[in-house]
Structure formats: structure tokens, C-alpha cells
């Protein structure tokens, strides 16, 4: 049996393969984080109540608000270049996947053919084993 000598860079294209994944999984994580602290803020955003008592208070309200509408709008900056990232990784993923089923697919008919050559050399062995039993056997 011939060994398939595409092993090392079939071994090496499931490794790329595997380190895009993991970037995949990470820009999912962050995605996801990023959208649960956007929920938070806004949920704490919308349950704030406040006993209004002076100006001051309402000052301090609408500094307050200002800020989380400030850091709503940079979470929403985050969130959109983490929706790109992702998308940037499920296609570099798809490429890395792309080219190791290519690979496996050269491993998978060098698997076959090499089966199919065992299989006949394991013939011509029987045959020519039957065809010496026949000879040996037609003499005596």
C-alpha cells in the first residue's frame, strides 16, 4: 500500500482549518457579548424612575441619559463592525473548509484505489494459489 502523499498538506489545510474556526467561534462570542450589553443598557435605560424633585435632579437625569444614549451609540459602532467580522469569518471559514474537502476528497480515492489494489493483488495470490493446487494435483 502506497501511502497518500498529499497527508501533509491535507493535515495542514485541517489545521488553517481548525484556527478559522476557532476566529469564527471568538468573533461569534464578542458579537453576541457586545448585543447583551446592548440589551442591558437599554433595558437599565428604560426602567429608570425617578422621583423629580429639583433642577439639579433633572439635571443629572439628562446627563445621565446623555451619556447612555452616547454609549448606546458606540455600542451600536461595536456591534456593526462585529456583525462584519463575523461575516468576514464565516467566509474565510467556508474557503478553509472549501480547500480541506478538496484534499479529502484526493485522500478518500487514494484510499479506494488503494483498497482496490490490495484486493487485487490478494486475487492474483488465490488465483495463481487455485492454479498451482490444479497443476499439482492433475499430475499425481
Keep these: 500500500m502506497s501511502a497518500f502523499r498529499l497527508a501533509g498538506l491535507l493535515r495542514l ?3 488553517q482549518e481548525e484556527n ?3 476566529e469564527l467561534a471568538r468573533t461569534r ?3 453576541l457579548q457586545r448585543r ?3 440589551h442591558r443598557v437599554r433595558a437599565a435605560l428604560g426602567e429608570t424612575a425617578v422621583d423629580v424633585t429639583s433642577a439639579e435632579t433633572v439635571q443629572s437625569i439628562a446627563a445621565a441619559r446623555a451619556s447612555t444614549s452616547s454609549m448606546l451609540g458606540e455600542l451600536d459602532a461595536l456591534l456593526a463592525g462585529d456583525v462584519a467580522a463575523v461575516a ?3 467566509a474565510a471559514h467556508a474557503a478553509a473548509r472549501a480547500a480541506t474537502i478538496q484534499i479529502e476528497k484526493l485522500e478518500e480515492r487514494h484510499a479506494a484505489r488503494t483498497r482496490a489494489e490490495g484486493l487485487r493483488a490478494e486475487q492474483l495470490g488465490l488465483d495463481e494459489h487455485a ?3 490444479a497443476r499439482d494435483g492433475g499430475a499425481r
Design 36 to 38: 447583551r450589553a446592548e
Design 29 to 31: 462570542a464578542q458579537e
Design 131 to 133: 492454479a498451482r493446487v
Design 20 to 22: 478559522v474556526r476557532a
Design 13 to 15: 489545510r485541517q489545521l
Design 88 to 90: 468576514e469569518a464565516e
